[in-house]
């Protein structure tokens, strides 16, 4: 006969027991033991094979007859309590037993249910474990049902819910969840069911407490239900607050954000602007900085001053509003706040001011009538003052105010915000530094360059210097006009190597070293030669890595333009070709040979005389006016440039104005010059040029064309001491020199006497013993004309001498 078809933990009448780590035994209505689980092998060590078909009362000494173990009809159905039985071993022992018929009409035998006491014990303890784990742990716990009910909730769950159990239990879990999220919670709970795979779903719970405004970010894990059989009970959930590590983590992800967004450049305002923007609206509704005029105007910091004083002007502000309803002052403006203020106990004192809640009754807003009006038509609830400070040094505050937003301010914004501020603040200060700095440097250059150009009747000039983008730091460019002998003038554009104050001193020395050598009448290529030995010798002095780089090098280029000749000269070390932009075709860029930068040594330079049509207009520029426009295409650059010196005829200054607009951005990165000179050619009239015998008789023919050329010119009031200059330079000449004698006039706003040989030989002044009979020539020119000096070429040398004109005299000259 084979054991019955059983529930093992259910009675014919439906009372229901833990068969967990049980003995279960099944008797057949004739006593025989019909079944016997591992269980029972372990409780009374008789394995199943020893005792199958044996009468019960012979294994376990205990009374059974015919209606089961009905001795003396102490057994009831369904009973359960103490027995003692008999060991496989003989020893007595003492079970807790449950006995209950099986079959319908309770003929087909018995199930016997048996634990040791000890082992009860065990069970009661761990179901008290586990019913103290669930009901007291900070996790969320819940049972679900096969049919996705909700069986169990912990009360940690109920508080994060916000929800009491009572009103959530047997429900269908769909109908638990925002209505949105129900298909998908119950989708992923039949998939954790159907796989057995467990899931973790982090999401945002609203909670239904109307004081706790943030919703909770919760982690929960989702996972299969089963019993020691296998068989699927139910879903199990554990719920994790993560609230304080998603924001944490959040406020990471915003430091590293603000360490790429604040600081990006040196402008002050723009940086000060960036850290409102970070801040709005992830941390606050609205955003001012203050900062200290000092700092704004980058001067040196005090802190006694800058503590004893709430005296800020606005530089930023943000709101999530555009017309920014909280701001009480506009961006720009000076603020001042009452003593009694935030604001000034934050400067006063370098500590941050935290106000979680503020209304009508906050003591310092009865001193401010104008935030006071703003907090009742906005409705600020939360605010916050944060230092801003470097250095030891408060440079500022920043205010922060919450009105949307419904959660106050609390001591993890007050951290969050002060690391922010105190970033925000080193890239400030950078910024203010930076600031001074290049305003230092800028006054320099300014100082250096010419403040008015000389104005030679030579040329007509008009010029441009454009500094840098504030940030991208001051360069050494520059321009010079330098009037020479002979109405002659020279025109003069270079760029120094790098920015800062090394390049504007460098520029200040290149230009004064320029002037000093064009006063020696020297030809363009020697210029740069001079030049080029002068960058070497200052990159020597400055080497790179003292305080910063050294004099890497610089470029130039230096044209000589003769209006008598009516050509130009011209050289040029590592710069752009000059361009010429004639009447009646395109404008054309000089092929004049490009000589190495200054400083690079051991190569020469190279001039290029080129004739200069009347009507054409010269442009000298530096390389930014190139790239500045054209990201660094030179073909596009010069292109623009030609389109821009179009039309020669046009006045100058609109010339400058088209180079200027056309050719570069708002913003330039590199400083820019440019030189724009249209030639005035001197009139033949103006001009008489003889050759002399060398004969001591050319002295008077000299003297005699001399006279005679001044009355032509009405000017002869100032033939006695022209004639004195020219015999003294003519004898001289005749005398001590070798070659061909010339003799030039030329009628400018001066008289120029001019007397040229064949030597190299230079004349010198000397004062002349009283006993000497010779020596005083150059003295006596020396005294006569206004400026004179040596002019050397490549065939000899010119000795010159001016003598201005009288006021009838040059209303008749060029």
């Not at 016997?112 to 742990?137: G, K, M, N, W, Y």
């Amino acid at each position: 006969m084979g054991s019955p078809e059983i529930e093992p933990d259910a009675c014919a009448d439906g009372h229901r027991f833990d068969a967990a780590d049980a003995a279960v035994v099944v008797v057949g209505p004739d006593g025989l033991v019909r079944h016997w689980s591992g269980g029972a092998e372990a409780l009374f060590g008789y394995a199943a094979t020893d005792v199958t078909a044996r009468p019960v009362t012979e294994v376990l000494a205990i009374p059974w007859d015919e209606h089961g173990m009905a001795a003396e009809r102490r057994f009831g159905v369904g009973w359960a309590g103490s027995l003692t039985v008999r060991h496989r071993d003989g020893h007595r022992l003492e079970i807790r037993a449950q006995i209950c018929p099986l079959g319908p009409d309770r003929t087909a035998g018995w199930l016997v249910v048996a634990t040791d006491p000890a082992v009860s014990q065990v069970r009661e303890r761990e179901h008290a474990i586990l019913s103290a784990l669930f009901t007291q742990s900070p996790i969320g716990l819940a049972v679900v049902d096969p049919q996705l009910r909700l069986a169990m909730i912990n009360p940690a769950l109920e508080r994060m819910d916000g929800v009491p159990a009572r009103l959530r239990l047997g429900r269908a879990l769909r109908d638990t969840v925002p209505e949105e999220a129900g298909p998908m919670t119950e989708a992923r709970a039949r998939e954790v069911l159907e796989t057995g795979e467990p899931q973790v779903v982090v999401s945002h719970v609203d909670p239904r407490d109307a004081a706790a405004h943030v919703p909770h970010v919760c982690s929960r894990s989702s996972f299969r239900l089963q019993d020691p059989a296998g068989h699927t009970v139910g879903l199990g959930q554990a719920v994790l607050d993560v609230t304080g590590y998603y924001r944490a983590r959040r406020h990471l992800a915003l430091i590293n954000e603000a360490g790429v967004r604040i600081g990006s450049t040196l402008d002050l305002d723009r940086t000060v602007q960036e850290l409102a923007d970070v801040l709005v609206p992830r941390v606050a509704d609205f955003v001012a900085v203050d900062l200290s005029s000092a700092v704004v105007h980058g001067e040196e910091l005090d802190p006694a001053l800058m503590a004893g004083s709430a005296e800020l002007l606005r530089r930023a502000e943000q709101s999530i509003r555009e017309d920014r309803p909280e701001s009480v002052v506009p961006v720009g403006a000076a603020v001042t706040y009452p003593e009694m203020s935030p604001q000034y106990r934050c400067v006063a004192t370098g500590r941050p001011v935290l106000d979680p809640v503020v209304d009508l009754t906050t003591f310092w807003l009865s001193q401010d009538a104008a935030r006071s009006a703003k907090l009742r038509e906005v409705g600020i609830h939360s605010h916050m003052v944060v230092p801003l400070r470097a250095r030891g040094v408060t440079m500022g505050v920043a205010t922060l105010v919450r009105w949307k937003h419904p959660d106050a301010f609390d001591a993890d914004d007050l951290l969050l915000v002060e690391e922010l501020a105190a970033r925000a603040t080193v890239c400030i200060d950078n910024a203010r530094r930076f600031a001074r700095e290049h305003h230092a440097a800028l006054s320099l250059q300014r100082d250096l360059l010419p403040k008015d150009l000389p104005a030679p009747t030579a040329v007509e000039v008009a010029y441009r210097y454009l500094p840098a983008d504030t940030y991208a730091g001051v360069g050494g460019d520059w321009f010079d006009v330098l009037p020479l002998s002979g109405t002659r003038v020279g025109l003069v554009v270079g760029d120094v190597v790098g920015h800062g104050l090394n390049a504007a001193a460098t520029m200040g020395r290149l230009r004064t070293a320029v002037q000093t050598l064009a006063d020696l009448d020297l030809p363009p290529d020697e210029v740069l030669s001079h030049l080029d030995d002068l960058v070497g010798h200052l990159d020597e002095e400055e080497p790179a890595g003292r305080d910063g780089p050294g004099v890497i090098g610089a470029t130039c280029l230096y044209c000589v333009y003769d209006p008598i000749s009516r050509t130009a000269d011209i050289a040029r070390a590592g710069h752009p070709p000059p361009a010429m932009a004639h009447p009646d075709k395109a404008v054309e860029f000089l092929e004049v040979p490009a000589g190495p930068p200054l400083g690079l040594g051991g190569l020469p330079f190279e001039c290029t005389q080129v004739p200069v049509p009347d009507g054409s207009v010269l442009a000298f520029y530096t390389d930014g006016l190139i790239t500045a426009s054209s990201d660094r295409d030179i073909d596009t650059g010069f292109t623009r440039l030609a389109f821009a010196l179009a039309y020669p005829d046009r006045p100058l200054e609109e010339i400058c104005d088209g180079m200027e607009r056309l050719l570069l951005p708002d913003r330039p990165r590199d400083d820019v010059a440019f030189l724009v000179a249209r030639p005035r050619p001197l009139n033949e009239a103006d001009v008489a040029a003889w050759r002399l015998p060398r004969e001591l008789t050319a002295v008077a023919e000299a003297r005699s064309r001399t006279t005679r050329q001044l009355a032509a010119w009405d000017l002869e009031e100032m033939a006695f001491t022209a004639e004195l200059i020219v015999s003294e330079l003519v004898t001289n000449a005749i005398r001590h020199a070798s070659g061909p004698v010339g003799l030039r006039l030329i009628r400018d706003v001066n008289l120029i006497l001019e007397v040229s040989d064949g030597s190299h030989t230079s004349p010198h002044l000397r004062r002349a013993h009283t006993h000497d009979e010779g020596g005083r020539g150059l003295f006596l020119v020396a005294q006569c004309a206004q400026r004179w000096g040596t002019r050397y070429t490549r065939d000899g040398k010119t000795i010159w001498a001016e003598q201005p004109l009288p006021a009838s005299g040059r209303d008749g000259g060029a």
